[in-house]
């Protein structure tokens, strides 16, 4: 534990000076890895595999094999909590995630049921626990949950969503209602964050994959203000946890965003990583932004583009090199590869 | 055309003081009304809708008669000029536009040809003349085209695309030959818009849809700067017809767009309009900025929500109201008139 507070990662996320740039990527457990799709056929599906801890701890641990990345990530899904709930999850092949028992009235918001991080969703604090005792003892792990605006467009859209409609309407005619369930959704959250730092997490993020969608009213009053309210509660709980928060298209957010008293920021790749480190100062940690698609291509841009990611941060403590966003089953392995070398031999 | 010279839309691009905002709809000629879904019927696809002046110009006509909007925009698609290029388009029932020879390789682009605007493109150019002869004499028309990048993802991807992975594989690695190709649409496009203001357009729009997706750097290697060829070229061959730029996703670039020269910028709903205001100062004017999906609401949210658009934009000139991206199909045109009427009847 000592020893991972020096980590490379855990070093960054508090701003302190490192020998060098700290690498990991979201769903560096995934599809592109081979080892990963055969586990996975071994689980028979997504949902088994993450609800299944010892295949859970198997994925998680592969790419920290094959690559040294500097830190670990929790393999699991942000729509856990509702399936939790009672909402029934499932995925469709190709067509993502899908809930059998969507809310659909302000009544079903007031039904929702909370949850016991321990009980209900105990299988994910038994692969936190697993993957804790099997990782090197030096790289940290990070537990994550989606944030609850993003979690409620599934609930309340069902499914996947273009445009939000259903889950905006409810914002813009049914304010009250949509405050209840993203206060619910925040406080379910921060308990289910607390008991996976309790069972071995060393740090944890926040995805809000779709808060870019919001107009800055609703923005602020709905998918942030829920997020300070996990925040919040975080910082009581466990105040040395390093809190990331990630919203996809949510650049023009970032300094209220670091006004949250979280530890560290994601940044997707729509804005270059040195203006971004400009308008947040020197609050926060910042985790990014390679373009995922960059990823597709040949070695040698993914090593140029590497690089000008790593130049546009500049020198100074507090960057933590990774995607925009998760990467994309189609890369090429070795891709990964020269990444994590070149951001690994990268010198000022 | 001095009539329409003063005409509120007019005015407002040209940042004069109007006694009120104007107001039109991105897709105001779409499947929410029930006269364009007889008009497309009578068609049978909407390739046949927007390839027949006749019926081009009666459903660009249907709101201006139903709802009296303050500006008209030609009904057409921004793929048109691939399509006369010989990439063959088609629509596939809720799927969306695709090519059936997309670009695969540097060669294709290298044998792109280039399009005679009144030849390959000549209905076009007789729907805007029909449209023009039919529209109230006060009321300016919108002339449009898709900027290049936006059209270059259907080119190279084939169809839409969720991460554009092909197409910036393209910028990436084949830097040149995308240079190409940004150069080729912009000409072409630039060709296009001109004739569409010798046919009768008062005004013009680019939309740069997918402008949003691409990292800084990309964006204003290839997407600016193909803009910019565009902005330049129709300085020179009609300067005195505005030209607005709508970037869906590009708040972060609004500042650079401004300084094109353009006329005016298209606002998304991701930016308060007051913010987007202060940053671009009084070199453009703005329009947007509504989410869509606020229309999807009830009557008093739609009107509640357009009137916070505009107290965001403040007093002044400016301002031309407008959704944030095109109206969506599911609305109710009792709503449009709702929002008509809020706008209209708005007084600081």
Redesign the interface.
Known sequence: MADRQQSLFMRALRREPTERTPIWMMRQAGRYLPEYRATRAKAGSFLKLAGNPELACEVTLQPIERYGFDASILFSDILIIPHAMGLGLGFEPGEGPYFERPLKTPSDIRALPGIDPNGDTGYVMEAVRLIRANLPAGTPLIGFAGSPWTVATYMIEGRSSK???TA??LL??EPEAAHQLMNHLADATADYLVAQVEAGADALMIFDSWG??????LYREFSLASQQRIVDRLKSACPDTPLILFGK?C??HLEILADTGCAGLGVD????MG?ARRRVGHRVALQGNL????M???PD?VAR?AR?VLESYGEGPGHIFNLGHGI?P?VDPDNVRVLVETVKGYTA
Do not use: H, I, N
């Open positions: 445009d939000f409609a905006k309407t813009l005619s870019g969608a919001l107009s800055p009213r298209g650049g023009q790749w729509t804005m270059d203006e373009d995922p698609a960059v597709l291509a040949s841009v583009e000008r994309t189609g």
